[in-house]
């Protein structure tokens, strides 16, 4: 137990630390960053995979056939801009980072303006082009590193020059086109940023110096001399070709080559053991990720992620997982990234060295095969095959732990975006910039994520109602349902149960509440009809709208031919407006209000005490009924001032003529007291939770049968 204890107490402080590193501002825009590339890596790894079985990488010849040459142009066309994609997605995250914290100003709702400063920045820096016209490949998997610190500096400067006022340039054109104003206001702060870059080339190409080549530089200098063995060099070798692969230095051709890595040992030997034995999957051998990631992750996008960078893998392919997950900058996986090669390095050296397996007859074709087939074929016996099998097994059980962490750590941050987008979504919005959907941050990304689920689930029908009694108690031996509320419910099929404000939220700003009410009073007016065709007369059908839906002309008339369609009174099906939400009365809204009260559909005010204009909707509107809501009413019994505004109500109620409901009734000595005051019609958990369809007619019919409500 104590063992456990401690083990326990050690994984919470590796995911609280973790968390914290993970959180960091500048480490969550590289990740978001490496998103952008993702298609592009897809891409690139099956387009990598083709060309490398039909041993054409590199070479273009015109009797290769068009579908060959095809495959080729693909490859060009992802591998050559992987890094200009990572910079671009960077670049915009801190822009819309920046946007999102920032005071108005000339650079707000530019965070493109920014990105493509950004790319001059980088070009200028690193040019595609050298004197002569000859194509660099400036923005291949080479230069990650460079992408991801110029992505982060230059956005950076860029903002920091802009707010120098003298910097600015007052150039003002027509009031139609206040975007080229904005633009060429930081024409100084862009050519100040775009000419830092091309000063440090200048630099570089001056002194002849370039980062990639100072970093293999200080490595090359740093190998062990040949008589600290073979098994030192190599440890050297793997551990600083996967420090500098987590720091997105992928230049593996110039690294074997500063070191000298091979110099006093046999090359095709060192080649197969790394490359089949000890990088299974790739750098970092990422094939134990993999594997593990599908063992911890059932059902979810990282077991779809891992689907996907399966087939490349197993051919050690591994870019899918190193730039898509991503690996690099991930401080979840920095040390079985570096940890399970040095493992597997020992198995494998250990393995040669006692004569398991014997390499010194495997050719460099095998590079082409997947793994158990390259060990065969590399070692020429099972024993390759065993022995890729053992370092499989020995990198799931170093990356398995980690991938549970990471796991968890998506899981509490999951909870906590979803938490505060609940919170977020009850409160009031003026501007699209307000929006939770336009967020730059996790919770933005899960709304825009949600939002574009709801639309699927509304089109699929998976969305559905529960409807919860209302009930008139004259006394309470004498209960009688009159009516049902129906509650809008969606299970979404990962964040489980989201709330109906959030729902109602997430189609506003999707421009799509209008198609979401109309399926909710079609849906209650079925269920009504379905009732009245059973012989269940007499029950009222409340429905609920938001202040956006009271502001829509059509709402009336849409809920209007509803009723129509399916034959209900209009006297039972009640309009219910949410306080929620503020509602402007405009003509929109009294024309609405107008069309509904002509129409004889009884108008309802939803949540009456926690919201914005109760007493502006009593003067204006004719209310039949009003819903009290449980700030007033759950502590009506140890709460005198609650007692007093209650009994205020049901003076203006009598004096109106407004029915009253009283909300959140959940306990015999709140419904006495209630019914003392002269209340009568409660909704809450006292009588019935909401209920599906057949069982909330269940419940109205037993009532009817037995003239007393059964306490659920």
Same mark, same amino acid.
């Given at each position: 137990m104590k063992t456990q204890s401690v083990i326990t107490k050690f994984g919470d402080n590796l995911v609280t630390l973790l968390n914290k590193l993970s959180s960091n501002s500048y480490v969550i825009a590289i990740r978001q960053g490496f998103l952008f590339a993702l298609p592009a890596l897809i891409i690139f790894s099956y387009a990598f995979l083709a060309l490398e079985l039909l041993s054409l990488r590199s070479t273009v010849a015109i009797n290769n056939g068009i579908w060959v040459n095809f495959l080729i142009y693909i490859y060009n066309g992802t591998a050559y801009t992987i890094a200009l994609l990572i910079l671009m997605g960077i670049a915009y995250n801190i822009a819309r980072h920046h946007e999102h914290n920032a005071d108005?100003? &000339? /650079?707000?709702?530019?965070?493109?303006? *920014? /990105?493509?400063? /950004?790319? @001059? @920045?980088? $070009?200028?820096?690193?040019?595609?082009?050298?004197?002569?016209g000859v194509v660099l490949h400036a923005s291949g998997l080479n230069n990650v590193l460079p992408a991801i610190i110029i992505g982060i500096v230059a956005p950076k400067m860029f903002y920091a020059f802009t707010k120098f006022k003298r910097l600015r340039i007052n150039a003002y054109f027509d009031i139609s086109y206040p975007m080229a104003t904005k633009v060429l206001n930081t024409l100084a702060a862009s050519l100040l940023v775009i000419s830092f870059f091309a000063f440090l080339h200048t630099v570089s190409v001056t002194f002849n110096f370039r980062l990639i080549d100072s970093i293999f530089h200080m490595v090359a200098e740093g190998v062990p001399p040949a008589e600290s063995g073979n098994l030192i060099r190599y440890l050297y070798y793997t551990v600083f070709r996967n420090v500098l692969l987590f720091f997105g230095v992928a230049d593996y051709g110039h690294l074997h080559s500063s070191i000298e890595l091979f110099s006093s040992f046999n090359f095709g030997q060192s080649f197969l053991m790394f490359q089949h034995f000890v990088f299974l999957g790739g750098s970092g051998a990422t094939l134990g990720l993999l594997v593990s990631m599908l063992i911890v992750n059932k059902n979810n996008k990282l077991r779809w992620f891992a689907q996907v960078s399966l087939m490349p893998s197993l051919f050690g392919i591994g870019q899918i997982l190193l730039y898509g997950l991503p690996l690099i900058f991930n401080p979840v996986f920095i040390i079985p990234f570096i940890l399970t090669p040095i493992i597997l390095l020992l198995t494998s050296f250990l393995a040669i060295h006692v004569g398991f397996i014997d390499l010194s007859d495997g050719g460099l074709a095998v590079q082409l095969l997947p793994i158990f087939f390259s060990g065969y074929t590399a070692a020429g016996s099972w024993r390759g095959v065993a022995l890729q099998f053992i370092n499989l097994i020995i990198s799931i059980a170093i990356y398995l732990p980690f991938t549970l962490a990471y796991k968890n750590l998506n899981k509490r941050d999951t909870v906590k975006d979803k938490h505060d987008l609940i919170n977020a979504s009850i409160n009031k919005f003026v501007t699209e910039s307000s929006y939770i959907t336009a967020r730059n941050d996790s919770v933005g990304g899960m709304a825009q994520l949600l939002s574009a689920d709801l639309r699927k689930a509304i089109a699929r029908n998976e969305l559905y109602l529960q409807y919860q009694p209302q009930v008139d108690v004259a006394q309470l031996e004498n209960q009688r349902v009159v009516g049902v509320e129906a509650l809008l419910r969606w299970t979404h099929p990962v964040h489980g149960v989201i709330p109906p404000p959030t729902i109602t939220t997430l189609a506003a700003e999707g421009n $799509?509440? #209008?198609?979401?009410? #109309?399926?909710?009073?079609?849906?209650?007016? =079925? /269920?009504?009809?379905?009732?009245?065709?059973?012989?269940? *007369?007499?029950?009222?059908?409340?429905?609920?709208?938001?202040? &956006?839906?009271? !502001? !829509?002309? *059509? *709402?009336? =008339? =849409? &809920?209007?031919?509803?009723?129509?369609?399916?034959?209900?009174?209009?006297?039972? $099906?009640?309009v219910e407006i949410t306080e929620e939400m503020a509602l402007t009365i405009n003509e929109n809204v009294k024309n609405t209000v107008g069309e509904l009260a002509n129409a004889k559909i009884p108008i309802a005010i939803d949540d009456f005490g926690m919201g914005h204009s109760s007493a502006i909707y009593l003067k204006h509107f004719p209310i039949s009924t009003l819903k009290i809501d449980r700030v007033i009413s759950e502590d009506i019994v140890t709460n005198q001032r609650s007692s007093i505004i209650l009994d205020g109500l049901v003076d203006i109620c009598k004096r109106l003529n407004i029915t009253m409901v009283v909300e959140y009734t959940e306990d015999y000595e709140q419904i006495a007291a209630l019914i003392e005051k002269g209340c009568h019609i409660f909704q809450g958990y006292f009588f019935s939770r909401p209920l599906m369809e057949n069982d909330a007619y269940d419940f109205i019919i037993r009532n009817i049968e037995k003239g007393k409500l059964l306490v659920i």
């Open positions: 108005i100003d &000339i /650079t707000s709702s530019k965070p493109l303006l *920014t /990105t493509l400063i /950004t790319i @001059c @920045c980088y $070009f200028a820096y690193i040019p595609p082009f050298n004197n002569y $799509f509440l #209008s198609e979401l009410s #109309s399926w909710v009073a079609e849906e209650a007016a =079925k /269920t009504l009809r379905n009732w009245r065709n059973k012989g269940l *007369t007499g029950i009222w059908m409340s429905i609920n709208l938001s202040a &956006i839906e009271m !502001d !829509d002309i *059509t *709402t009336a =008339k =849409k &809920i209007i031919a509803i009723l129509k369609k399916y034959d209900i009174p209009h006297e039972l $099906f009640r």
